[in-house]
């Protein structure tokens, strides 16, 4: 700093009689960058000393990369606006919460001392202070709370949060009212199409509505029928089904076709004094069928409804068959009344006597016929339909 006539009363007066130290630039500690006189207001901020710039200065510089602070200008001595350094934040949105401090004040609210004033010496801070009136800070510096950083998780929920726009709450307005519009006509043109018709048009619009309905009804009903005649029918049809299984046994037995078992009796015929006649066998056949017998085997020969007896005398066929003595007969039917009915005085049990054979009627609980026919199929008859 230089005084009135040019000297410099901080820097110190060498003795009397010595020479300068060296003729080269002395660097005063309070200028070192030479400013001399010059208006701090016209030096950028960031070409000030760190030791001019003050506490509340070098705090600024160091905010944290992640926050972006824009200072808002201010007037200088001369007029002439400042403006601050912008920081360039990383973070992924600013910090919302301000607090506004003036310019001239330190984050604690301790005024700061302004550069000009730490420049000059105490007797040109006293002439400056009384020559220029305090200066009145026209902005304020908002002060930045710091956030942590979002985890990525935190970020994607933010960017797959539904948001409402402006177009979207237009296209949904226009919507509502094209169903509105959409209902309101069709009720207008039914209510106008009703209206139109003649009472006769009206009077036969409602019989053909009745008569749809009698219709409907109808067909209702017949479908309900056949419905339950689905149900019991399956019932119906295994009845009828067990039935005709019954059926096709019974008739299996009485015309040889399935073997046999039940209670009945064994014959057994011999010829130790004479030789059996053929018709004499035929005797001992009706016998057997007049007393009940259902089904009968002899000599391994299944015996039906169109077995017949042949041959001579000792020459006895079954059906072109060649049988010989002792003839076995297993007979299934009731044994108290077939045993009875071959013992009849004059019977067939006597006709074999008479030719010279003996015969032995045995009773059985449960006697097996295995011999089965094949019949063949008949040639001109054809089961009649029920029909007429």
Same mark, same amino acid.
């Given at each position: 700093?230089?005084?009135?006539?040019?000297?410099?009363?901080?820097?110190?007066?060498?003795?009397?009689?010595?020479?300068?130290?060296?003729?080269?630039?002395?660097?005063?500690?309070?200028?070192?960058?030479?400013? !001399?006189?010059?208006?701090?207001?016209?030096?950028?901020?960031?070409?000030?000393?760190?030791?001019?710039?003050?506490?509340?200065?070098?705090?600024?510089?160091?905010?944290?990369?992640?926050?972006?602070?824009?200072?808002?200008?201010?007037?200088?001595?001369?007029?002439?606006?400042?403006?601050?350094?912008?920081?360039?934040?990383?973070?992924?949105?600013?910090?919302?919460?301000?607090?506004?401090?003036?310019?001239?004040?330190?984050?604690?609210?301790?005024?700061?001392?302004?550069?000009?004033?730490?420049?000059?010496?105490?007797?040109?801070?006293?002439? %400056?202070?009384?020559?220029?009136?305090?200066?009145?800070?026209?902005?304020?510096?908002?002060?930045?709370?710091?956030?942590?950083?979002?985890? !990525?998780?935190?970020?994607?929920?933010?960017?797959?949060?539904?948001?409402?726009?402006?177009?979207?709450?237009?296209?949904?307005?226009?919507?509502?009212?094209?169903?509105?519009?959409?209902?309101? $006509?069709?009720?207008?043109?039914?209510?106008? $199409?009703?209206?139109?018709?003649? $009472?006769?048009?009206?009077?036969?619009?409602?019989?053909?509505?009745?008569?749809?309905?009698?219709?409907?009804?109808?067909?209702?009903?017949?479908?309900?029928?056949?419905?339950?005649?689905?149900?019991?029918?399956?019932?119906?049809?295994? %009845?009828?089904?067990?039935?005709?299984?019954?059926?096709?046994?019974?008739? !299996?037995?009485?015309?040889?076709?399935?073997?046999?078992?039940?209670?009945?009796?064994?014959?057994?015929?011999?010829?130790?004094?004479?030789?059996?006649?053929?018709?004499?066998?035929?005797?001992?056949?009706?016998?057997?069928?007049?007393?009940?017998?259902? %089904?009968?085997?002899?000599?391994?020969?299944?015996?039906?409804?169109?077995?017949?007896?042949?041959?001579?005398?000792?020459?006895?066929?079954?059906?072109? %068959?060649?049988?010989?003595?002792?003839?076995?007969?297993?007979?299934?039917?009731?044994?108290?009344?077939?045993?009875?009915?071959?013992?009849?005085?004059?019977?067939?049990?006597? $006709?074999?006597?008479?030719?010279?054979?003996?015969?032995?009627?045995?009773?059985?609980?449960?006697?097996?016929?295995?011999?089965?026919?094949?019949?063949?199929?008949?040639?001109?008859?054809?089961?009649?339909?029920?029909?007429?």
């Amino acid at each position: 700093m230089t005084g009135a006539d040019g000297s410099r009363p901080d820097l110190p007066e060498p003795p009397d009689g010595a020479q300068p130290l060296d003729d080269g630039p002395v660097i005063d500690p309070l200028d070192p960058l030479g400013l !001399g006189d010059l208006p701090l207001d016209h030096v950028p901020l960031g070409e000030l000393p760190p030791d001019l710039l003050g506490p509340s200065r070098r705090t600024d510089e160091r905010v944290d990369d992640a926050v972006t602070v824009a200072v808002a200008p201010h007037e200088g001595a001369a007029g002439e606006s400042v403006t601050g350094r912008d920081v360039t934040a990383d973070a992924p949105e600013p910090a919302v919460a301000e607090e506004r401090v003036p310019v001239g004040e330190e984050r604690t609210g301790t005024p700061q001392e302004a550069p000009e004033a730490a420049l000059r010496g105490p007797e040109d801070a006293g002439a %400056a202070s009384s020559a220029a009136p305090p200066s009145v800070p026209t902005s304020v510096v908002p002060r930045v709370v710091v956030r942590p950083p979002r985890s !990525g998780w935190a970020r994607l929920a933010h960017a797959m949060r539904p948001r409402t726009t402006q177009g979207q709450l237009i296209t949904a307005g226009l919507c509502a009212l094209l169903g509105f519009a959409l209902v309101v $006509q069709v009720r207008q043109a039914t209510d106008t $199409q009703l209206g139109s018709l003649r $009472q006769n048009d009206l009077v036969r619009l409602l019989d053909e509505t009745t008569t749809r309905t009698e219709e409907l009804e109808r067909e209702a009903f017949d479908l309900q029928r056949e419905r339950d005649e689905l149900l019991s029918g399956s019932d119906r049809q295994q %009845a009828a089904l067990d039935a005709a299984r019954r059926t096709a046994a019974m008739q !299996g037995i009485l015309t040889g076709r399935l073997p046999a078992t039940g209670p009945g009796v064994r014959i057994t015929l011999t010829e130790p004094d004479g030789e059996i006649r053929p018709v004499t066998m035929l005797h001992v056949l009706e016998e057997l069928r007049n007393a009940g017998a259902e %089904a009968m085997e002899l000599n391994g020969h299944r015996i039906i409804a169109s077995s017949a007896f042949t041959g001579n005398r000792g020459a006895v066929e079954l059906d072109g %068959a060649a049988i010989t003595s002792p003839f076995r007969w297993t007979v299934i039917g009731d044994p108290d009344t077939i045993a009875p009915a071959l013992e009849i005085p004059g019977g067939a049990m006597a $006709q074999v006597r008479g030719d010279g054979g003996r015969g032995t009627v045995e009773k059985s609980d449960r006697v097996e016929v295995t011999a089965v026919r094949v019949l063949p199929d008949p040639v001109h008859a054809t089961p009649a339909s029920d029909e007429p």
